[in-house]
């Protein structure tokens, strides 16, 4: 099926899919189909990598190349896929658990390694499918199914801890910003090297309900009132930015991703044969 076929199918929504109506993932995953549109890559030339949750049945739903792996492990099928098959564009859809919890030493590998595939993290600031419970980036004081009185753990900047770990592009919108999106995640997907695209979704049935913003409507009016964009966001003090998404692209690099440094040394050790 071609990518405008996809996207016109989203667009009326006859998408039969497992989410829950008013879900974010849908506004993530079309943002993707329209950036790899937008490029007019050959789909068969695409590898869409995902874990187990939620936003990873995204895999499910598209006439890729797809794998539909284990929960925490889709990098590392990803960087498989991507020694294997070089000339592939590899893709990596997961959730905020799947990518940073149970998969976050996948994450903070690859991103070392500079291996070339795009991981776009749907960030819902809770683990959805499994009903709720807080997780890495679940905002202080915020409540979960698990922290009914209020997030104590400092969650994780996915920004900062991709840019520290190594990535070479990173990036941040909201679904509310779908430009934006679909700007990065074109970026990140002609980007050479590993490229984090964190796309901040609303998870309306668990994180909005907990709460108090249940209506996916008001979850992005929310996203929509507290996003700052990284310029602005430079010129506020860290109290002016408490609980405010900072959105914008916050790293670009050139560095020889992982297969380039591996080819020159194998063909130096060839050489020296
Ligand atoms: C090894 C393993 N541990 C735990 C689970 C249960 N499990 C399935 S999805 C999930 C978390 C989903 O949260 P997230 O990755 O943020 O995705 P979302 O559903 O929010 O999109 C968990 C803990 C599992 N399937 N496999
Ligand atoms: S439980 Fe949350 S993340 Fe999962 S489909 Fe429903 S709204 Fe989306």
């Known amino acids: 099926m071609k990518v ?4 016109t199918y989203l667009r009326e929504e006859r998408w039969p899919s497992i989410w829950c109506a008013g879900c974010g993932n849908g506004i993530v995953l079309k943002a993707f189909l329209q950036a790899i549109d937008d490029l007019k890559l050959n789909r068969e030339r695409i590898a869409v990598v995902s874990g187990i949750g939620c936003s990873s049945r995204a895999t499910g739903y598209i006439d890729f190349n797809t794998l539909h792996t284990l929960h925490g492990r889709a990098i590392a099928f990803a960087t498989g ?9 590899v ?23 500079n291996i070339d595939i795009t991981i776009i993290i749907f960030n819902n600031m809770i683990y959805g499918m499994t009903g709720g419970q807080n997780s890495p980036t679940t905002p202080l004081e915020k409540r979960a199914s698990t922290t009914p009185y209020g997030n104590i753990e400092k969650p994780f900047d996915t920004v900062k801890l991709a840019i520290a770990a190594g990535a070479t592009y990173v990036a941040r919108a909201t679904v509310y910003h779908y ?31 907990y709460n108090n913003i249940a209506n996916p409507a008001d979850m992005l009016e929310y996203f929509k009132k507290n996003s700052i964009m990284l310029e602005k966001a430079k010129t506020m003090s860290e109290e002016e930015l408490k609980d405010k998404i900072i959105i914008g692209e ?11 440094l591996y080819r020159e040394v194998v063909a130096k050790a060839l050489e020296e044969e």
């Open 4 to 7: 405008e076929k996809l996207i």
């Open 91 to 113: 893709a990596v859809l997961g959730g905020d658990g799947d990518i940073l919890a149970i998969g976050g030493n996948h994450f903070i590998h690859a991103c070392r390694r």
């Open 179 to 209: 430009p934006l999106l679909v700007k990065y995640i074109t970026k990140a997907l002609q980007h050479k090297g590993t490229a984090v695209v964190e796309a901040v979704t609303n998870c309306h049935t668990y994180y909005g309900r």
């Open 250 to 260: 916050f790293h670009q690099e050139i560095r020889p991703d992982y297969l380039e």
């Open 81 to 89: 896929v991507k020694l294997a098959r070089p000339d592939f564009h």
